[in-house]
């Protein structure tokens, strides 16, 4: 029982049962991140589905249909108007003026001026 060559093979048989032992543990690790991959990517899939169904309840009326139609395509009934705001810092002048490019020497100026 106590020779070398009986305790040679006992810690062979103990390596070849540790690294077993080990790969299951790495197994079960990864399975564990992949479960809770999938229970999160399961709850928002169910969020999303209560979201569909919120918007087909809501498109099954008449009222759901029209505001969709109005909010997608910009459309008004007949008698009614549709006023478009506009930013002011959206302006860029004049249909088909072009912003006129600043020089080169007013492009270093303005850098210089911006670093005092």
């Known amino acids: 029982m ?3 060559v009986s305790l040679v093979v006992l810690f ?3 390596i070849a049962v540790g690294k077993g032992s080990w790969d299951i543990h790495q197994k079960a ?3 564990e ?3 809770g991959i999938t229970e999160r990517s399961l709850l928002d899939l169910e969020s999303r589905t209560r979201e569909l ?3 087909l309840t809501r498109l099954k009326s008449d009222q ?3 505001a969709e139609i109005r909010q997608k395509y910009m459309v008004a009934r007949p008698g009614e108007d549709v006023v478009v ?4 810092t959206t302006k860029k002048g004049k249909i088909g003026d072009a912003p ?3 020089s080169i020497l007013e492009q270093i100026l303005s850098l210089v001026g911006a670093w005092f």
Not at 85 to 88: A, F, L, M
């Open 2 to 4: 106590y020779s070398k």
């Open 12 to 14: 062979v048989v103990l």
């Open 29 to 31: 690790v990864i399975a």
């Open 33 to 35: 991140t992949e479960r």
């Open 53 to 55: 169904e919120v918007s």
């Open 64 to 66: 759901g249909i029209e």
């Open 85 to 88: 705001v506009v930013d002011d």
């Open 100 to 102: 006129n490019p600043k």
